[in-house]
């Protein structure tokens, strides 16, 4: 079995996907299975090569045309992916299974988890509905209010909304809403375009920036005294749910910066100073959360591995599931490693529940034999005027 990891895309977190993508490539490179790299261009260009192995060569100014483009075969590509080089001496790569290590816009949000149904091949992770209603801080937010989760209040709009009619929405977050507050983007990850605002014109202000991500912004109450808790979670229908993490912060959330830039990175399992695991919390919190995320998981129809995020004021011992992350970047490897899964273990798993997956899926009837056309007459009726 040939394995095609995933990365890049056109969305903001670009750069972090090229780094899950190398953790894999380099995971899957020792347990000795067959992998390619298949990287999306910002140009949503395809791009393949040996070259495309290695950090290195996205650390310096690479140059994309060297190593040739190349097209999916949509005409080859049944139950397998076939890649062409666009060359006439080109090469061809046949792809059996996806491993996609997108985040954010146009790859983590269902969108090429659509591709990968469409051409009948199994892929590691959440699903096409999964994904999308995850990526969607917003749908996320009302499916939590459905199931009965706690969560903390919210209002969400649209940018042409809030341009027509900012004295009424400013009313509603007034009245409905305790300042602070917390202005987020509605589908974008890694804490991209996210501000927390005591006032109007910070309210303002911080709106055109999630503006600028997209068109759909959601507004919701800060929790005060808060602990940052994670809990990652691995399986289709039996899911397993890690160790909780907390993360420490130096600015008034769990910003880009921290996850990403200081001390190497928390997200990256690098900044030592800023992960506690297990978290600081007692036992029948830490059972709660751990819990809480399977329930998650399974009222999602998650597959695969996810990540549960949670707010918990202190003070209050009260615990609100904030965001669930249908593909962790770098699979939050260094929480399952102190979880007890190391990293081969945790790639082997996530591959075995995909083809467990796609088996089953394979056991439903997706065809229908149907006489309808024939006693469909709406051309002749159309023909004749009616």
């Known amino acids: ?183 987020k983007p509605a589908r974008l990850g890694s804490s991209l375009g996210i501000a927390k605002v005591r006032n109007g014109k910070e309210l303002s202000f911080a709106l055109d920036v999630a503006f600028h991500y997209d068109e759909k912004a959601l507004v919701e109450e800060a929790v005060p005294n808060v602990l940052d808790l994670t809990c990652a979670v691995i399986g289709n229908d039996a899911p397993q749910a890690s160790l909780v993490q907390e993360s420490i912060f130096t600015e008034d959330f769990f910003s880009y910066e921290d996850k990403y830039i200081a001390g190497g990175g928390a997200q990256l399992g690098n900044a030592k100073q800023s992960i506690i695991i297990p978290a600081s919390i007692d036992d029948a919190t830490t059972a709660a959360v751990q819990n809480l995320a399977k329930e998650v998981f399974l009222k999602f129809e998650c597959s695969g591995t996810a990540r549960v995020d949670f707010l918990y004021d202190k003070e209050l011992k009260k615990l609100f599931v904030n965001e669930i992350n249908p593909l962790p970047g770098t699979l939050y490897h260094h929480l399952w490693e102190k979880s007890g899964v190391p990293l081969p273990d945790l790639l082997k798993r996530l591959i075995a529940l995909a083809m467990e997956k796609h088996k089953k899926k394979k056991g439903f009837t997706s065809v229908f034999a149907s006489n309808i056309l024939a006693h469909a007459d709406w051309g002749k009726k159309l023909t004749k005027g009616n």
């Open 1 to 183: 079995m040939t394995i095609g990891v995933f990365f890049g895309g056109k969305n903001p977190e670009h750069d972090i996907s090229i780094i899950t993508g190398q953790l894999i490539l380099a995971g899957l490179k020792k347990l000795h299975i067959a992998a390619h790299a298949v990287y999306l261009g910002k140009d949503s260009s395809w791009y393949l090569g040996d070259e495309l192995h290695s950090i290195g060569f996205f650390k310096k100014q690479h140059d994309l045309n060297a190593l040739g483009k190349w097209t999916l075969d949509l005409e080859k590509s049944r139950g397998v992916m076939v890649f062409r080089q666009k060359r006439w001496w080109g090469k061809i790569i046949r792809i059996d299974l996806a491993f996609p290590a997108f985040h954010g816009q146009n790859g983590e949000d269902g969108t090429m988890q659509g591709l990968f149904e469409i051409l009948d091949i199994p892929y590691v992770g959440c699903g096409v509905a999964a994904s999308a209603i995850a990526m969607d801080k917003v749908l996320t937010k009302q499916l939590y209010e459905q199931a009965g989760f706690p969560t903390v209040k919210s209002i969400h709009f649209y940018k042409a909304d809030w341009e027509a009619k900012k004295e009424d929405y400013v009313t509603k977050i007034n009245t409905g809403l305790l300042w602070p507050l917390f202005v």
